[in-house]
């Protein structure tokens, strides 16, 4: 510790994001958002799928860009492997979505990032989604996720950082607990 | 209908499944599957992931190619939109994983597709991740997934596929049902 502290800056507007919750807290209406996936069926198990529009804070918004995404089972699969699978999406979305928090979070606590990163493993029973057992699920049976931290914190700082994103992540939210899902063909 | 049949093909290697299906119905260790993401983080909520490396058939396995994913936080949030956000990338597996699904169930079926497109909607009281209201959960508190299919069937027939899918479909299970995650820090 010096007497001339260096700001910390982990590229996360805070203060931007309280004025946010204290505008919701005001006009909880806007707080009602809905995201959107569009997704073409190519060949095989290939799938295009584009990202770009979605409505919050009362109004239709859009991204800066235009964002696509192809998907594929790989060859083992039979498949072309012209994508990662669909559930590697899943791992890439739960670990965007802790590592954002572990930076908003850490920004809110005034302590320097320096380096995260994470893996994740999710193990699978393809029995499941073959159809050669019906009591093995067709998702992950386990997640696991580690994370490499480099920051101006103690352990238990950095722990309890870690913590509090899990406690506001959406996609750890949605993995974790049960979501209602309405298929329907027109 | 003619005397004359083009052979039904979506693409989709049947054969191979039920192969696959068969041999690891005689060797389920083989079914074993481990997938991965790795994440890091970038500046604010800018992450960078990349896909490439998984474990089945008994031994590692790799991707044609590493898959690489920018994912970030809009600018009403204000961050620099550099990717799609988490939660569409959830959407991006679980529209992927149905409509591979679908392919894979009418080619087994000998049912021809000529397109499919998915468009899913994911509903979000953000006050649950902004710490508002502490009733209001994380993630999506409903998902809604709309098919629009051209294929040689009849409607209840597609239906039925529809149905199928999201039978056997891993992020349908994942996202409908609870999943263990374990966090560590090392």
Same mark, same amino acid.
């Given at each position: ?17 309280? /004025? ?10 806007? @707080? ?11 060949n095989?198990?290939?799938? *295009? ?11 239709? #918004? ?10 594929? *089972?790989?060859? !083992? ?6 994508? @990662? ?5 899943v791992?890439? /979305? ?8 572990i ?7 005034? $302590? #320097?990032?320096?380096? =995260? ?9 393809? #029995?499941? $989604? ?12 386990? !997640?696991?996720?580690t994370?490499? !931290?480099?920051?101006? @914190? ?6 309890? $950082?870690?913590? #509090? ?8 939210d $949605? =993995? ?8 329907? =063909? =027109?």
């Amino acid at each position: 510790m010096t007497a001339t502290e260096t700001p910390v800056d982990n590229g996360v507007n805070v203060e931007a994001l309280l /004025g946010a919750r204290e505008a919701l807290t005001a006009a909880p209406e806007a @707080a009602s958002f809905r995201w959107r996936a569009m997704c073409e069926w190519q060949n095989g198990t290939h799938s *295009h799928s584009e990202v770009e529009g979605f409505f919050g804070l009362g109004e239709e #918004q859009r991204h800066r860009t235009r964002f696509t995404f192809d998907a594929d *089972h790989p060859q !083992i699969f039979a498949s072309e492997d012209n994508g @990662a699978t669909p559930v590697e999406y899943v791992l890439v /979305g739960l670990a965007s979505c802790l590592t954002a928090g572990i930076a908003a979070v850490a920004q809110n606590r005034q $302590i #320097q990032l320096r380096r =995260v990163t994470a893996t994740l493993e999710g193990d699978m029973d393809v #029995q499941g $989604i073959l159809g050669i057992d019906s009591d093995v699920r067709n998702g992950f049976s386990d !997640i696991k996720v580690t994370y490499d !931290i480099d920051a101006d @914190a103690t352990p238990d700082e950095i722990k309890a $950082i870690v913590a #509090q994103s899990q406690k506001r992540s959406a996609v750890y939210d $949605i =993995v974790t607990n049960p979501t209602n899902v309405r298929v329907e =063909v =027109v």
